[in-house]
């Protein structure tokens, strides 16, 4: 049966765990989305192979899985997820995996009192730098657990890219220190961390459910709370349309901008770093 190395919230299924390393050549290591992909291929280096499931456009919310996907899927050393319900997707195939291979689950460990914004689990960890540094921890020890070999290896890459990350968090805190409790509306719930963490104040979320648009009354109260805060932008995502966002901010007169999510995208070992630095100017410039 799968072995589960790290536990997180929203997974639902239950394998015994069992001993076992991989033997000879690179392990290899699979992971669900983008962002995963560059915690775990900064922690490996050149020492395994790492690769997505998700790369371009595809998205995470709403993937279904392909014959192809389920093959790599069940040839993987290791799988590694978010959890708390972003990749459930996943859980077909690893069901009809090998009996021992490994999951990975990124957000293991966090409390639930951490993870429910809004009163349900919000799977955007990624989004909060100090929180991604949580999901290279869960990464690294499961990387080493599939192969102790190259523990050394492994750790010394590990805290390398937590010293870049932790560099990230500091950079976003000083730039955004001047900006604290503006107020922003954001098309989904996706930067609930990343805004608790910077103290910025989201006002107003246009789809509380993603490809679900606000029912007539919800529509009404998000007019209503936007008269009411004046946010200094609304800010959406380039993985949904923005019609809808357009119409409000040009009904209202509020300037819109773009947050990348991240959720898709090119597989570059930098590309999380770069995409949150992107995600920082587009803030200092709309926030002034």
């Not at 957000?107 to 809004?118: M, Q, T, V």
């Not at 937590?162 to 976003?172: E, F, G, K, N, S």
């Not at 999380?272 to 002034?288: A, I, S, V």
Request: charged letters at 25%.
């Amino acid at each position: 049966m799968q072995r589960i190395i790290a536990l997180g919230v929203g997974w639902a299924i239950g394998f015994s765990c069992l001993a076992g390393t991989v033997q000879g050549g690179q392990i290899r290591v699979l992971t669900s989305f983008l962002p995963l992909y560059c915690f775990a291929v900064n922690v490996t280096g050149d020492a395994a192979q790492v690769d997505a499931l998700l790369s371009g456009n595809a998205n995470p919310h709403d993937y279904q899985l392909t014959i192809k996907a389920r093959r790599r899927v069940e040839a993987a050393d290791l799988v590694v997820l978010q959890g708390l319900g972003l990749d459930a997707w996943v859980e077909p195939a690893l069901r009809a995996a090998k009996a021992n291979q490994r999951v990975a689950v990124a957000s293991a460990g966090l409390s639930n009192d951490l993870i429910r914004i809004s009163g349900v689990p919000n799977p955007h960890i990624w989004l909060d730098p100090i929180l991604a540094m949580h999901c290279v921890t869960n990464i690294l020890t499961s990387i080493i657990e599939v192969d102790p070999d190259q523990a050394s290896t492994y750790r010394r890459n590990a805290s390398n890219y937590v010293v870049r990350l932790q560099a990230l968090d500091r950079d976003i805190r000083s730039a955004l220190g001047p900006y604290k409790d503006r107020p922003i509306v954001t098309f989904h719930d996706s930067f609930a961390y990343f805004a608790k963490r910077y103290a910025l104040r989201i006002v107003a979320v246009i789809e509380e459910v993603p490809d679900v648009s606000p029912s007539a009354r919800k529509l009404a109260r998000l007019y209503a709370t936007i008269r009411e805060t004046r946010p200094k932008c609304i800010f959406t995502e380039p993985q949904f349309p923005s019609r809808l966002a357009d119409t409000i901010a040009d009904d209202l007169k509020v300037p819109v901008a773009m947050l990348d999510t991240l959720e898709t995208g090119r597989l570059d070992p930098e590309a999380y770093e770069k995409g949150m630095r992107k995600n920082l100017r587009t803030l200092q410039e709309k926030l002034k």
